[in-house]
């Protein structure tokens, strides 16, 4: 069973970058496909980013794609999130999840969570 934490959220200025790290123990790292999951208060949880196994796949929702970029260092044990051009709807709490090998755009098919980061994005 991999275990999650995740580290680098905070407050921001719209416009600004963050990049969060999820650094995982307890599993295989390279076997596990790792995603960055987000809720903000009353709205469901949203996949903003995944990345598979090896690092050959990822995924991005829509309102992110072209402003956040998923990596990750196996030899680590660690994803990264780098977060650039935020925008005050980005404010939420970042979870750090796994499952698996292939990555996934759907949160309910994550069998590992972090216990999340937030991210604040002022205007």
């Known amino acids: 069973q991999v275990h999650l934490v995740e580290s680098g959220g905070g407050l921001v200025q719209a416009g600004g970058s963050l990049r969060l790290s999820c650094t995982a123990s307890g599993g295989i790292f390279s076997n596990y496909a790792v995603g960055w999951v987000r809720q903000a208060p009353g709205k469901e949880r949203d996949v903003v980013a995944a990345i598979n196994w090896s690092g050959g796949t990822t995924y991005y929702l829509d309102s992110v794609k072209g402003r956040f970029s998923i990596s990750r260092t196996n030899a680590k044990y660690t994803v990264y999130l780098q977060m650039n051009s935020l925008k005050p709807e980005d404010t939420a709490v970042y979870y750090c999840?796994?499952?698996?090998?292939?990555?996934?755009?759907?949160?309910?098919?994550?069998?590992?969570w972090g216990q999340g980061t937030q991210v604040t994005v002022s205007s």
């Open positions: 999840a796994a499952r698996h090998f292939q990555n996934s755009g759907r949160a309910e098919e994550y069998d590992y």
